[in-house]
């Protein structure tokens, strides 16, 4: 691991985050503070086993720099076994940019901060390619692109492909047929109780399209204003610390990470967990304690690869829509093997995610 420029000084109080208690098996981390907007910056560049790593920018509020940090890590980690478990020639690697509790970012200090987040991945050396991801977008990627060529999902009127979120819906929907059909015997949405947590660029896609099918719906978001989609599309409403206790088919996490702590195993009320949302696991017990009571949890790096694949093989040449569709769709053939794996082995179902991400990271090597 490369530890380039200072860390910020830690103040002294609590620090939140729970790092790792062993040293990062990262290849390299960055930890800068940028000079236009004074923001810590971090990225962490996980494996460069299948190729440049790619995984996308966060730009997000902490209590403490080691917490932008310890999610760093942890993304940059799931980024490694999602590309690897996608069947893509690219490592793993995450950027975030850490906006101190309390403070909000105007536009000038974002787009500074976009600035010094590209002169952040250039310092690399092409080890690490960003997209974005939550507190990005498409134009905020051109500003990067300002300062670095490696960087992916620009604006399509710059020649870029765009935002992913499309196609990340695409395949957490083809991920939730998989486990319908491994639960149920059944891929038919209709009448089939949803419970969705977060209604972002992901969540909101996901419930339009699983409406339109005849689900009931039951969502929920942080910001009240999502109600509006709700009521449009005829969903009940619930206010989000009660979502995972709805008596539901199939529970749908599509916000930040962490969602599934043991309290919140014990108290699900549903036949399957899958979601869009990163790192859902808050310890990874808690893999066991689903597999224990009879829930079954779609592993977060799998199914929400939509997104990634779709940054990797947009601007491919020779790669058309009918293909992109067709490797997007396949995420749902990939859960049904991992749901599979695990029943004939009899482990959890991250443990037979991990296990096909490394077998491809072993034949890289």
Not at 174 to 193: E, P
Not at 254 to 265: A, D, K, M, Q, Y
Request: proline letters at 4%.
């Amino acid at each position: 691991m490369t530890i380039m420029d200072a860390p910020v000084p830690t103040p002294a109080h609590e620090v939140h985050a729970a790092l790792p208690v062993d040293a990062p098996d990262h290849e390299r981390v960055l930890i800068t503070r940028g000079p236009r907007s004074g923001l810590t910056i971090i990225v962490a560049v996980h494996s460069t086993a299948l190729g440049q790593a790619l995984g996308g920018a966060r730009v997000w509020h902490y209590e403490h720099w080691t917490d932008a940090l310890a999610d760093a890590l942890r993304l940059s980690q799931a980024m490694t076994l999602k590309n690897a478990a996608a069947g893509l020639a690219r490592g793993g690697g995450k950027s975030v940019v850490c906006i101190p509790a309390g403070e909000t970012l105007d536009e000038a200090r974002r787009h500074d901060a976009m600035l010094d987040l590209g002169d952040a991945v250039e310092s690399l050396g092409g080890a690490y390619m960003t997209a974005e991801d939550v507190g990005t977008s498409a134009e905020l990627m051109s500003v990067v692109h300002e300062r670095t060529e490696h960087v992916c999902g620009l604006p399509a009127e710059q020649g870029g492909v765009g935002e992913p979120a499309d196609a990340t819906a695409a395949g957490v929907h083809a991920g939730i047929l998989a486990t319908l059909d491994h639960v149920f015997g059944s891929r038919d949405v209709s009448g089939r109780h949803f419970v969705i947590s977060g209604l972002g660029q992901v969540g909101g896609r996901l419930a339009r399209t699983l409406a339109a099918g005849g689900a009931r719906l039951t969502v929920t978001d942080v910001a009240t204003a999502k109600r509006a989609l709700a009521d449009e599309l005829g969903a009940e409403w619930v206010e989000p610390a009660d979502a995972h206790r709805v008596e539901a088919d199939v529970f749908v996490p599509c916000g930040l990470g962490g969602v599934l702590t043991p309290e919140v195993v014990e108290q699900l009320r549903v036949r399957a967990v899958v979601g869009a949302a990163n790192n859902q696991l808050a310890e990874r017990d808690v893999a066991r304690m689903l597999r224990q009571r009879g829930i079954v949890w779609v592993p977060d790096f799998v199914v929400n690869a939509g997104g990634v694949v779709y940054l990797d093989l947009a601007s491919a040449p020779g790669i058309g829509q009918d293909e992109l569709d067709r490797r997007i769709a396949g995420i749902g053939d990939v859960v049904a093997a991992v749901l599979r794996d695990a029943d004939t082995a009899g482990v959890t179902t991250l443990e037979a995610a991990e296990r096909l991400a490394q077998t491809r990271l072993a034949a890289a090597r």
